[in-house]
């Protein structure tokens, strides 16, 4: 399975400002996913990241709030814009398996996020 | 559209005891069907999946899960549960081509009381 970090791993924030999340596999993949998962609800996913190409976002979500960079195929971020106390939610990074497990999707630890 | 029901808000098992965790879904097409668990303070790890095959899918820490195609369900089970097993787990549900978006269910918190 990927191995999965993100940063940071939680942050008390300001209504108003905006955080970025960065999140790093330790090997190449296509497809990241950005899921969030309010206080005791689901995950909801936000948006696809492919590489070289603009993030695909569910409808719900729009790219001036949660404009995500993919850079590169180990790399992306997310962040969370002019935030509000209703953004306050863990952020989850998740990417496709690899050659064999490619219907699997593997997350990252997530990125409690607490908005005042 | 795709949709994962799980009934139970939350299970509670005495420890030793079988557990079984409910998860109902609807897609249009050929589902693939995946277990989910979360610790506190941690992400998700993948417990097991249904893609095709034997209707019985077994994953880690010793779980297994059923695919019922006739109930459109996927039960995930464990003959005798851990207290360590106490955690939340989430079903979720994606069409077996095309799209590869990941429906989750609601999540059903299981308690092993010791």
């Known amino acids: 399975s990927a191995v999965i970090s993100q940063k940071p791993s939680r942050d008390i924030c300001q209504r108003g400002t905006s955080l970025t999340i960065q999140c790093q596999v330790d090997?190449?993949?296509?497809?990241m996913f950005w899921y969030r998962q309010q206080p005791g609800q689901s995950l909801t996913l936000i948006a696809t990241?492919?590489?070289?190409?603009?993030?695909?976002?569910e409808s719900g979500f729009v790219i001036d709030k949660f404009p995500i960079s993919r850079p590169n195929l180990t790399f992306s971020t997310l962040t969370v814009s002019n935030m509000s106390p209703e953004d306050s939610s863990i952020y989850l990074c998740?990417?496709?398996?690899?050659?064999?497990?490619?219907?699997?999707?593997?997350f990252g630890p997530g990125t409690r996020l607490t908005v005042l | 559209a795709q949709s994962v029901a799980q009934p139970e808000d939350q299970v509670n098992v005495a420890e030793g005891n079988p557990l079984t965790v409910k998860c109902t879904y609807s897609?249009?097409?050929?589902?693939?069907l995946f277990w989910y668990v979360q610790y506190p303070n941690r992400g998700l790890q993948f417990l097991l999946k249904?893609?095709?095959?034997?209707?019985l899918v077994k994953g880690s820490y010793g779980f297994e899960a059923e695919f019922n195609k006739s109930q459109t369900s996927f039960h995930l089970k464990k003959p005798s549960a851990l207290v360590s097993d106490s955690a939340l787990y989430f079903c979720?549900?994606?069409?077996?081509?095309?799209?590869?978006?990941?429906?989750f269910g609601t999540g059903t918190r299981l308690t092993i009381i010791p």
């Open positions: 998740s990417v496709e398996g690899r050659a064999g497990q490619r219907d699997e999707q593997f």
């Open positions: 979720a549900v994606r069409v077996n081509f095309g799209n590869e978006k990941l429906t």
């Open positions: 990241a492919n590489q070289g190409s603009e993030a695909t976002y």
């Open positions: 249904y893609i095709t095959g034997d209707n």
């Open positions: 090997s190449q993949v296509t497809m």
């Open positions: 897609v249009s097409g050929n589902p693939y």
